[in-house]
């Protein structure tokens, strides 16, 4: 079946460095890509998504490239804040009656000042 | 904005008891879903729904049931909660759009003693 590998974390950065989250996936087909982000006490919310070869995502500083060549969808920022500290969720979409999604493991990433 | 609204924050219950865990969305969208967040698994599905009366298991669907009478609306029932369903339950919901966006609630955590 289809799956999402994420780097493990937890992640610990200092304020403005750059940081990279390793997500590869594993599909049959075209699958979209998404990352979602996921503050301390809240739901998830969408941060980003690519739906093809090749597509760029971004938001709020944050990107991300669809690579079918290495299965891969890495989120990238160039300089992160104290806030950006969540758990970040890789996922791709799946169609069983429905488009669904499924999740890598959650990567916990904390920024000190 | 989409909001998806989760009755219960926080829940205590006894090994035996029934839970319900009620989900609305009020942006008429087909689709709705149960995840299942545990550290270091990420998001698994429970069960999700395409269209009011229909349900579908999704990848961990033992010890759950679901219900969905109104579009706007779907129930996740422990018919007799267990220590191991101790967890923080996810509701989303999405429309028929092919790229299969989530827009989540904000989690029910549940303990079960």
């Known amino acids: 079946g289809n799956s999402v590998t994420q780097m493990e974390g937890p992640v610990t950065l200092s304020e403005e460095a750059f940081l990279t989250i390793n997500c590869t996936y594993t599909a049959t087909g075209y699958p979209s890509l998404f990352w979602y982000v996921q503050y301390p006490g809240e739901g998830l919310q969408l941060l980003l998504k690519?739906?093809?070869?090749?597509d760029k995502g971004s938001n709020k500083g944050f990107e991300a490239t669809y690579r079918k060549e290495t299965t891969s969808f890495h989120l990238e920022k160039g300089s992160v804040q104290v806030s950006d500290s969540a758990v970040y969720f890789c996922a791709l979409s799946e169609y069983q009656g429905a488009q669904k999604l499924v999740f890598g493991q959650g990567t916990r990433l904390t920024i000190n000042p | 904005d989409v909001k998806v609204t989760q009755s219960s924050r926080y829940l205590v219950k006894r090994t035996g008891e029934k839970v319900f865990l009620e989900c609305v969305q009020d942006m008429d969208h087909e689709n709705m879903f149960w995840y299942r967040q545990d550290p270091g698994l990420g998001l698994r599905l429970i069960y999700f729904s395409y269209d009011v009366k229909m349900k579908e298991k999704g990848d961990i669907p033992e010890g759950y049931s679901v219900s969905r009478e109104k579009k706007e609306r779907f129930s996740l029932i422990l018919e007799s909660a267990s220590t191991n369903q101790t967890s923080m339950y996810l509701c989303a919901s999405s429309t028929t759009d092919e790229t299969g966006e989530l827009f989540f609630g904000e989690g029910s955590r549940l303990t079960v003693l």
């Open positions: 690519a739906t093809k070869a090749d």
